[in-house]
C-alpha cells in the first residue's frame, strides 16, 4: 500500500474537482490554511523542547537504556554492551555503529547510554530539525486568501474566448 500527498489532496478535493480552476485552487488554499492553522496551534501548545513525536521516541529509548553498560573510551567515544546488538558510540560526531543515530538524527540506546553515563543532556544530540521551535518555524507563514481587489482586472479589450475544440462521440461522463 502506497499514500502519497497526491491522494490524500485527490480524497479531500473531490467534491471541488467539477468546480471551475479559480474554486477549486480557493478550495485548496483554504484547506491548507486550516492546517497550517491546526499545526501552528499545535506546536505552540507543546511545552517540551522536541516535538511530541519525537520526545515520544527518546523517552522510550531512553528507558530501555536505563539496563545497558558503558565502557569509556575517549573523551567522546564509548562502547555500550547491549544484549543483543552491542553499540560504538562517538557523541562528537553523533555516530553509533547499530546506525539508528546516523539514520534517524536521534540518540539511539546505546548513544543515550553513553550520555546518561556523561551526564550531558541528551537534547543536545538531537537534529535541530526535530525540535519544536523548528516545527514552530514550518508552519509561522500565514496563508492569505486572494480578495475581489487582489485579482487580475482583464479589461474588454482582451476577451479571452475558450479554446477551439471538437466535441466527442458519445455520452458524455457529467
Same mark, same amino acid.
Given at each position: 500500500?502506497?499514500?502519497?500527498?497526491?491522494?490524500?489532496?485527490?480524497?479531500?478535493?473531490?467534491?471541488?474537482?467539477? +468546480? &471551475?480552476?479559480?474554486?477549486?485552487?480557493?478550495? +485548496?488554499?483554504?484547506?491548507?490554511?486550516?492546517?497550517?492553522?491546526?499545526?501552528?496551534?499545535?506546536?505552540?501548545?507543546?511545552?517540551?523542547?522536541?516535538? $511530541?513525536?519525537?520526545?515520544?521516541?527518546?523517552?522510550?529509548?531512553?528507558?530501555?537504556?536505563?539496563?545497558?553498560?558503558?565502557? #569509556?573510551?575517549?573523551?567522546?567515544? *564509548?562502547?555500550?554492551?547491549?544484549?543483543?546488538?552491542?553499540?560504538?558510540? *562517538?557523541?562528537?560526531?553523533? @555516530?553509533?555503529? $547499530?546506525?539508528?543515530? *546516523?539514520?534517524?538524527?536521534? &540518540? $539511539?540506546?546505546? /548513544?543515550?547510554?553513553? $550520555?546518561? %553515563?556523561?551526564?550531558?543532556?541528551?537534547?543536545?544530540?538531537?537534529? &535541530? =530539525? =526535530?525540535?519544536?521551535?523548528?516545527?514552530?518555524? /514550518? =508552519?509561522?507563514? &500565514?496563508? =492569505?486568501?486572494?480578495?475581489?481587489?487582489?485579482?487580475?482586472?482583464?479589461?474588454?479589450?482582451? %476577451?479571452?474566448?475558450?479554446?477551439? @475544440?471538437?466535441?466527442?462521440?458519445?455520452? #458524455?461522463?457529467?
Amino acid at each position: 500500500m502506497t499514500t502519497n500527498i497526491a491522494e490524500c489532496l485527490n480524497a479531500i478535493l473531490r467534491d471541488a474537482r467539477s +468546480l &471551475p480552476i479559480t474554486m477549486l485552487v480557493e478550495q +485548496l488554499r483554504a484547506k491548507l490554511q486550516e492546517w497550517f492553522s491546526d499545526r501552528r496551534n499545535n506546536a505552540a501548545s507543546v511545552t517540551s523542547y522536541l516535538c $511530541c513525536e519525537c520526545d515520544k521516541e527518546v523517552r522510550k529509548r531512553s528507558n530501555r537504556s536505563q539496563r545497558l553498560n558503558v565502557q #569509556p573510551i575517549s573523551h567522546s567515544e *564509548d562502547y555500550v554492551r547491549d544484549g543483543d546488538q552491542d553499540g560504538h558510540v *562517538d557523541l562528537q560526531n553523533k @555516530t553509533c555503529s $547499530c546506525r539508528v543515530f *546516523d539514520l534517524d538524527q536521534l &540518540p $539511539c540506546v546505546h /548513544a543515550l547510554a553513553a $550520555c546518561r %553515563v556523561r551526564n550531558i543532556s541528551f537534547y543536545f544530540m538531537c537534529s &535541530p =530539525y =526535530y525540535t519544536n521551535e523548528a516545527l514552530m518555524l /514550518a =508552519y509561522a507563514e &500565514p496563508i =492569505y486568501p486572494v480578495t475581489i481587489e487582489d485579482q487580475h482586472k482583464v479589461s474588454e479589450d482582451n %476577451v479571452l474566448l475558450p479554446p477551439a @475544440t471538437r466535441r466527442q462521440g458519445g455520452r #458524455p461522463r457529467q
